[in-house]
């Protein structure tokens, strides 16, 4: 069966993490992960991307796609694969800008695939939310795609991913899909770790300083009162709504005076947040809750989304085998093969999109001349039979 790479810069702007992975029918198995930090130079550059002139924002491009195609090749180096074993890479990119909702709807990720494409020789499928917003759907959440396909056999459950942005998925065995960004993840956590520590702190380990912190029942009223968590699916949402200029908005001068109950206020905030919407917008009970990504690392986080959800259980998606960080660029991985061979890779219910389509561009690498590369016929039995990995077939 074949090989697929996936690539997934986060808007919490860490670093870039890295899947390798072989898809089998309902079934996956995750050969390699690792996520690469970016240095505080890079992480900088790409939380005020918005804002750069066209001439730094087209090298940061260059430059990033260059830090991509340097973290896919050291994951197969480390689990000693070679290039020709890879069908595809899966890119998603860096998102830059996201306005779906704009007068003209556009959306901007970098991190240059023809970079990724030569230095790898794989081919590579990336800008995937431009054609779904072309249909007409809010180019995001896309990894519904992939929740369905292997947690949607089931009891109703909900994937909820907490990086900068959170966002849902309920799947189930005869429940309709539905699929949202729930709103800030991590990304006001880390703002104002960073602001009080004056850079020398990139997040809240732990959260053990929000813990530290009293939680302010009226700025989170106030917070609450965003219009984005009014509004019903599909609908997604980035660091263009949940920012310093908000923090500043709500909390003022406490941002400086009193920055442990800031922190400890928007931690619960983001817990808050997630319950709420899901009271409000998910039309069945879901009978437990799986989290991925890099909230699930915030004790402080996890234990306020447990109370807030409770009865419900809520664990990481650890417990089934895979990395918390990992379980995006698994996504865009199977997302790019599916593109590969010309099939479906969104679920147009949930972002909004008027009809169903293939996302991604396609940048072929050297080694894609090879076309016998894209047959399923072509399998890695030999070399994966000495390695240890980690399958996962689709929960029922």
């Known amino acids: 069966m074949p090989l697929a790479l996936g690539l997934m810069s986060g808007t919490s702007c860490d670093g870039i993490s890295a899947a390798l992975v072989r898809f089998h029918g309902r079934s996956f198995r995750v050969l390699a992960e690792r996520t690469s930090p970016y240095p505080p130079s890079l992480r900088r550059l790409l939380r005020h991307g918005p804002a750069l002139p066209a001439r730094a924002l087209s090298r940061l491009h260059v430059e990033l796609g260059e830090r991509l195609a340097r973290a896919a090749k050291r994951l197969l180096a480390s689990s000693r694969f070679s290039p020709e074993h890879v069908a595809v890479i899966g890119s998603h990119g860096h998102t830059i800008y996201h306005g779906p909702r704009d007068a003209t709807p556009s959306t901007l990720q970098i991190g240059s695939a023809d970079v990724i494409a030569q230095r790898t020789g794989i081919a590579v499928v990336s800008d995937f939310r431009a054609r779904d917003l072309a249909a007409g759907g809010e180019g995001a959440p896309l990894v519904p795609y992939f929740d369905k396909a292997f947690f949607g056999h089931g009891p109703a459950r909900a994937l909820q991913n907490i990086g900068g942005i959170a966002n849902v998925t309920a799947v189930g065995r005869g429940v309709p899909t539905i699929a949202f960004d729930t709103g800030p993840?991590?990304?006001?956590?880390?703002?104002?770790?960073?602001?009080?520590?004056?850079?020398?702190?990139?997040?809240?380990?732990?959260?053990?300083?929000?813990?530290?912190?009293?939680?302010?029942?009226?700025?989170?009223?106030?917070?609450?009162?965003?219009?984005?968590?009014?509004?019903?699916?599909?609908?997604?949402?980035?660091?263009?709504?949940?920012?310093?200029?908000?923090?500043?908005?709500?909390?003022?001068?406490?941002?400086?005076?009193?920055?442990?109950?800031?922190?400890?206020?928007?931690?619960?905030?983001?817990?808050?947040?997630?319950?709420?919407?899901?009271?409000?917008?998910?039309?069945?009970?879901?009978?437990?809750?799986?989290?991925?990504?890099?909230?699930?690392?915030?004790?402080?986080?996890?234990?306020?989304?447990?109370?807030?959800?409770?009865?419900?259980?809520?664990?990481?998606?650890?417990?089934?085998?895979?990395?918390?960080?990992?379980?995006?660029?698994?996504?865009?991985?199977?997302?790019?093969?599916?593109?590969?061979?010309?099939?479906?890779?969104?679920?147009?219910?949930?972002?909004?999109?008027?009809?169903?389509?293939?996302?991604?561009?396609?940048?072929?690498?050297?080694?894609?001349?090879?076309?016998?590369?894209?047959?399923?016929?072509?399998?890695?039995?030999?070399?994966?039979?000495?390695?240890?990995?980690?399958?996962?077939?689709?929960?029922?």
Request: charged letters at 25%; one cysteine or more; aromatic letters at 8%.
């Open 185 to 396: 993840g991590i990304c006001l956590i880390d703002l104002v770790a960073q602001q009080m520590s004056r850079g020398k702190l990139r997040y809240d380990r732990g959260g053990r300083l929000a813990a530290r912190g009293r939680i302010d029942p009226r700025a989170v009223r106030r917070l609450w009162a965003h219009p984005y968590f009014h509004r019903p699916p599909p609908k997604s949402t980035g660091r263009d709504l949940f920012n310093e200029r908000l923090l500043r908005h709500v909390f003022g001068a406490r941002l400086s005076r009193a920055p442990l109950d800031v922190l400890a206020t928007v931690t619960f905030f983001t817990a808050y947040s997630v319950a709420e919407s899901y009271r409000r917008f998910l039309p069945t009970r879901i009978r437990e809750v799986i989290v991925s990504g890099g909230g699930v690392r915030n004790a402080t986080l996890m234990r306020h989304l447990a109370e807030q959800l409770a009865p419900t259980p809520v664990h990481s998606i650890e417990r089934y085998g895979l990395g918390a960080q990992a379980k995006e660029p698994v996504a865009f991985a199977y997302l790019a093969l599916r593109a590969l061979h010309g099939q479906i890779n969104h679920l147009p219910e949930t972002t909004g999109a008027r009809e169903a389509c293939v996302l991604g561009t396609l940048t072929l690498g050297s080694k894609s001349r090879d076309t016998s590369i894209f047959s399923p016929r072509k399998t890695t039995e030999k070399i994966e039979a000495s390695r240890k990995t980690r399958k996962i077939d689709a929960l029922a």
